[in-house]
């Protein structure tokens, strides 16, 4: 099946300064990658998501590119908050079709004051 | 409008004992998903609905779990004589369609811990 792989596990940045978050898929014709964003005890909430058919997308402090050749994409958030401390995951199409997803292991991202 | 709503919030059960945990889609969702969340792990697939028909259950980790959802939106996720690797969070999780790409919306899950 399809193999999600994410790094690094735990991240710590000054808030101000920017965060890479990077994953690795295994099947060639996954075409969705999703993040998605969960806050301690609380549901994991998209945040963005990429299809295969473009190479980078934006929204406001938060970008994903993606690189198919490769196979990995990766969530970029820049001018990083308190309030993006959080776990990330990352997801991709499960193999064999339908629409579920295999998730990553994850990123604790602390941006300290 | 309203998100996806599970209930109980927590539920502790002693081992072999049987629980029944809740979902409830956003209205008019036509896909539903059962996830497992292990702490500090990221959300492993259980089961799939499209509508009341369960297209998927690959993901479902003994015969001791089974889910249903009979009339196409709530979803009752059963597990029997539980046991203490059972415990984890399950989260539910609608999707619009059965398109691959319809974002998930998830709820904030069932806390189950068995002792």
């Known amino acids: 099946g399809e193999n999600v792989e994410q790094h690094p596990s735990t991240l710590s940045v000054q808030e101000g300064d920017s965060a890479v978050i990077k994953c690795t898929y295994s099947?060639?014709?996954?075409?969705?990658f999703p993040w998605y964003k969960q806050e301690l005890g609380k549901r994991p909430q998209l945040i963005i998501d990429i299809r295969s058919n473009v190479g980078e997308k934006k929204d406001q402090r938060i970008a994903v590119t993606l690189n198919k050749t490769a196979k990995h994409f990766s969530l970029h958030i820049t001018e990083t908050q308190p309030e993006d401390s959080a776990v990330y995951f990352c997801a991709s199409p499960s193999t064999g079709g339908g629409n579920k997803l295999t998730f990553g292991t994850g990123t604790q991202l602390k941006v300290e004051l | 409008g309203a998100g996806v709503s599970q209930s109980p919030r927590y539920k502790v059960a002693k081992r072999g004992q049987d629980v029944a945990l809740r979902c409830d889609p956003i209205?008019?969702?036509?896909?539903l998903f059962w996830y497992q969340q292990a702490l500090g792990q990221g959300p492993e697939f259980l089961t799939y609905?499209?509508?009341?028909?369960?297209?998927?259950k690959s993901g479902l980790p003994s015969d001791r779990f089974f889910a249903e959802r009979p009339e196409g939106s709530v979803s009752t996720l059963k597990i029997q004589r539980t046991q203490q690797e059972d415990s984890a969070v399950y989260l539910c999780?609608?999707?619009?369609?059965?398109?691959?790409?319809?974002?998930?919306?998830f709820g904030n899950g069932t806390r189950l811990t068995v002792t």
């Open positions: 999780a609608s999707s619009l369609d059965y398109r691959p790409n319809s974002p998930l919306h």
């Open positions: 099947d060639s014709a996954s075409n969705y």
């Open positions: 609905f499209q509508n009341e028909a369960q297209l998927d």
């Open positions: 209205s008019g969702h036509v896909s």
